[in-house]
């Protein structure tokens, strides 16, 4: 079993920044993918950013590129998403995910098998 709990989420002006922290306890996240997906009200949840398990290679959606930024801290047993340059079409639940069965990250929400509880973003314009 794996626990993730998501924090750092808020209301931020659009232009500005978050850092988002996603706790993982039960297991060891250097050994996992490691993803952050979005929900905003009434669309499907999306991919946002992953790492892979070495940590050594990020992945982004589009719409994120340039202005995310995912990192870990394998002592912490924590995940960040540093998030720049804010847009009101950033507004969305962030999810913490893990996938435990791949080495390489996945952009289909379905091969992550752990998730937080999610935390709210909200960019005002």
């Known amino acids: 079993q794996m626990q993730l709990v998501e924090s750092g989420g808020g209301l931020v002006q659009a232009g500005g920044s978050l850092r988002l922290s996603c706790a993982a306890s039960?297991?060891?996240?250097?050994?996992?993918?490691m993803g952050w997906f979005r929900q905003a009200p009434g669309k499907e949840r999306e991919f946002v950013a992953a790492?892979?398990?070495?940590?050594?290679?990020?992945y982004y959606a589009n719409s994120v590129k340039g202005r995310y930024a995912i990192s870990r801290d394998n002592a912490k047993n924590t995940v960040y998403l540093q998030m720049n340059s804010l847009k009101p079409a950033d507004t969305a639940v962030y999810y913490c995910?893990?996938?435990?069965?791949?080495?390489?990250?996945?952009?289909?929400?379905?091969?992550?098998?752990?998730w937080g509880q999610g935390t709210q973003v909200t960019v005002s314009s």
């Open positions: 790492l892979s398990w070495s940590g050594n290679t990020p």
């Open positions: 995910a893990t996938d435990t069965t791949r080495w390489a990250p996945s952009y289909d929400q379905y091969s992550y098998d752990y």
């Open positions: 039960g297991r060891t996240i250097s050994n996992y993918v």
